[in-house]
Every structure is written in structure tokens, then in C-alpha cells.
């Protein structure tokens, strides 16, 4: 049986900022989870794990509001219920509430920290503001300072919108120069109340434009140096490996207590059919399309034109325009040679 993966938000919808293309705005605010559920959850996905490995990822709303405490208890029932199996935890926050006290927890059990960011003040701060509409910038950039005293391990992730796609060059070289070399961004798709992709969300155009001017920065000058989740996962598919990426999967993963444990909803009829409702559901166009195994039709979130992903028009041209490169990263990997050779190349080609 395979293993599950299970985004735990144990905030639920809660939060302490008020970003404008939130999709929690709206929700009812929930409340933390509760010591019962989270002693079933951590023993069930421990026992979910097939392998010697177990993946915690906490995410939000924003995680740091269930207090430090939580989270003290979190790794204290991680270490009970262990087993001799390798616990990994992942932690999504917006940093406002971080200080000594966390990052000292984060270095002590070896948490990977994944800092939300959406670029340099004014691009981040058009979006991202408190409950009382003040910047959040400022405290993002001291938290970062912090982590990186404690020698936290974490990685920047970028929401990238309407705005902030615009200026592709400019973001890429502030976010390289944060600390750490590894960055992810997120494209944001969401629906306004007409079902048509909202005003703060990415087009397909902007989001292909974008990716491309980031890859011809990068394979010029940040192979193995900066680790790009796209383009890594996309000259893996080159080498003939599945995505990394949960969006570009072929089928949906299982991501999932108290009365169904983890392990049995893993390996249910109705879990097995989520997944490959995905393949099931591809729209004709995609089937016939030349970069179909990259994409593999995106995230079924994303289908809201014709049945495609909106951000179908930018996935092809940053494929498509990507390729060539990729073709001699792959063959530098398969001749046991580095990729970082296609930047002195580049460089003496001019």
C-alpha cells in the first residue's frame, strides 16, 4: 500500500493577517485542534507510512496561532508514537508571531520553516497587511534574520498574483538574496463570484512570462546554486522521473479521524477514485497537447477555462521555451556530468 500524504492545519481557517486574495476571508473561523484529534492524527500517520520515513506538514490559516505550546506537544506525541521511524516536520507560516522561542524550537527538532513572502516591500505589502491594514513586510525580514541566527532550515514561498508577475527579474533577484537557495512559487488561481478568474489572481500569459524570465536569469547564472521546485521538478520529468510536485502528479495523491483511521481512508475505493479522477477528467486538448507529461493537466482546482487550467497558455510557453535547456541538463545527468557546465557554456556562447 502506498503511503498518504496529510497537510495538517491545526488553526483551521484562523489567521492574523488580512491578505486581499486570501480564500479563508470569507470562511467561518474555526477553532484550534483539539489535544484528542491531534494525538489520533500524529499516532494515524505514523502508522499510514509504509516506509521509515513520516512527512508532517502544518500549514493554516496561520499555524504559530495555536501557540508554541501545541507544537511542543506536537513533538512530544511524534516521539511517543515514533516507532524508530524518521519523523520530518514542514512548517507554513507567515512569520508575524516567530521570535527566539520559536526558531530555538525549530533548530532543536529540525523543522523545515517555510517563510511566505511575496517579494520586496511594495509588492508584498500591496496584498499582505495585519487585521489593522498595517505592513507585514518588516516583521517577515525579521523573522527571517532570526531564523537564519538559529540556523533554522527553511525556504521562501511566493504567491505569485496579478501584480507581482509583472516584474519578474526584480522578484527573483530579491528573493535569491534572502538567505536561503531555495524558493517556490505558487501561482495564485482563484474564482470571483461569476466563476471567472478573480482580479487579484495571475493570468495564464502573465504566469508563462513570468516563469520564463525567472529560467533565463537562473540557468544563466544560479544552476546549483539556487533550487527552483518548478525547474527541478521539471528537468526531473526530463530524466524521466514523476513530479515532485503534487499539481503536476498524473493523479491526485491521497491527502486527507476519529472514526476512519488514516491508513484505512488511504486505501479506500473512494480514495483510489479521487486520485484518478484527475487522468479521467483531462480535457481532449490536453490529452493531444506535446507537454502533457509535464503538466499533466494541473491542479483540477485550477479547469475553470474550457475545461483546461487557466494558467494552461503559460505552462506551454515555459515548457516549450525551457526545453532546449533542459534537454542538455539531462544529459549532462545522464553522462554523471554537472548541469552547472550549461552556465560556462552559456557564458563562452555568448
Given amino acids: 500500500m502506498p503511503g498518504c500524504h496529510v497537510m495538517a492545519k491545526p488553526a483551521s481557517s484562523r489567521c492574523n493577517l488580512n491578505c486581499r486574495y486570501c480564500f479563508y476571508l470569507e470562511k467561518p473561523q474555526q477553532n484550534v485542534m483539539d489535544d484528542t484529534t491531534l494525538e489520533a492524527f500524529i499516532r494515524q500517520q505514523i502508522d499510514a507510512q509504509p516506509g521509515e520515513i513520516v512527512p508532517f506538514v502544518w500549514q493554516g490559516g496561520e499555524p ?54 511575496d517579494g520586496p516591500a511594495d509588492l508584498h505589502d500591496a496584498y499582505r497587511v495585519n487585521r489593522s491594514g498595517k505592513p507585514s513586510h518588516p516583521k517577515v525580514l525579521n523573522a527571517i534574520a532570526m531564523l537564519a541566527k538559529h540556523r533554522v532550515k527553511y525556504n521562501l514561498l511566493c504567491v505569485v498574483n496579478n501584480l507581482n508577475s509583472q516584474q519578474p527579474q526584480r522578484l527573483y533577484c530579491y528573493l535569491r538574496a534572502l538567505g536561503t537557495p531555495f524558493l517556490q512559487f505558487i501561482p495564485l488561481v482563484e474564482q470571483d463570484a461569476h466563476g471567472r478568474l478573480s482580479a487579484e489572481s495571475v493570468s495564464g500569459e502573465a504566469w508563462g512570462n513570468f516563469l520564463t524570465a525567472v529560467f533565463d536569469i537562473w540557468v544563466r547564472e544560479d ?20 513530479s515532485q510536485m503534487c499539481s503536476f502528479g498524473e493523479t491526485c495523491g491521497h491527502a486527507f479521524l476519529h472514526q476512519i483511521p488514516i491508513k484505512t481512508l488511504n486505501a479506500s475505493h473512494e480514495a483510489a477514485a479521487f486520485g484518478e479522477s484527475k487522468k479521467a477528467s483531462l480535457s481532449e486538448a490536453c490529452q493531444r497537447c506535446d507537454v502533457l507529461r509535464f503538466c499533466r493537466g494541473d491542479c483540477p482546482k485550477h479547469r475553470i477555462i474550457e475545461g483546461k487550467s487557466a494558467l494552461c497558455h503559460g505552462y506551454y510557453h515555459f515548457f516549450s521555451h525551457s526545453a532546449p535547456h533542459m534537454r542538455v541538463m539531462r544529459d549532462l545527468l545522464h553522462q554523471r556530468r554537472s548541469p552547472v557546465e550549461l552556465m560556462d557554456w552559456l557564458r563562452r556562447s555568448g
Fill in 64 to 117: 504559530t496561532l495555536c501557540r508554541l505550546e501545541f507544537f511542543q506537544r506536537v513533538a512530544e506525541l511524534q516521539k511517543k508514537y515514533a516507532n524508530g521511524k524518521r519523523i520530518e516536520n514542514a512548517f507554513q507560516t507567515n512569520d508575524i508571531l516567530l521570535n527566539e522561542d520559536w526558531c530555538h524550537f525549530f533548530h532543536d527538532n529540525g523543522w523545515l520553516v517555510g517563510v511566505s513572502i
Fill in 223 to 242: 544552476i546549483g546554486r539556487v533550487y527552483v521546485q518548478l525547474f527541478d521538478s521539471t528537468l526531473g520529468v526530463w530524466s524521466r522521473y514523476p
